[in-house]
């Protein structure tokens, strides 16, 4: 069975940092991207990073360019988020996945092979 369970979310002051991960398992996800993405309260879902197989291609939203940061440790299979300068507006479900794609079309489509259960992130003013 399939399964990525993510890490990590909670509650934070704007401008405060939390790190989230998302640990894969059940199956080999050699080729895979993995990536984030997120849905607030009352909005559609929308992407926020996504880092390739190797790790060698990395895309943000522009929306957190700058103060997230993914990373992923195949060893492990793991992907992380490292958010930091948390703003209110980042408040969101955040959602970890796999999949084929590469990074670089992950902002096109909220779609993918794969999912986690989803953590909540709450940014407080």
């Known amino acids: 069975q399939v399964q990525l369970v993510e890490a990590g979310g909670g509650l934070v002051q704007s401008g405060g940092s939390l790190g989230l991960s998302c640990a894969a398992s059940?199956?080999?996800?050699?080729?895979?991207?993995m990536g984030w993405f997120r849905q607030a309260p009352g909005k559609e879902g929308e992407f926020v990073a996504a880092?390739?197989?190797?790790?060698?291609?990395?895309r943000d939203a522009d929306s957190v360019k700058g103060r997230f940061t993914i990373s992923r440790d195949n060893a492990k299979n793991t992907v992380y988020l490292q958010m930091n300068g948390l703003k209110p507006e980042d408040t969101a479900v955040y959602y970890c996945?796999?999949?084929?794609?590469?990074?670089?079309?992950?902002?096109?489509?909220?779609?993918?092979?794969?999912w986690g259960q989803g953590t909540q992130v709450t940014v407080s003013s």
């Open positions: 059940g199956r080999t996800f050699s080729g895979y991207a």
């Open positions: 996945a796999a999949d084929l794609r590469p990074p670089e079309s992950w902002w096109r489509t909220i779609i993918s092979n794969y």
């Open positions: 880092i390739s197989w190797s790790g060698g291609v990395t």
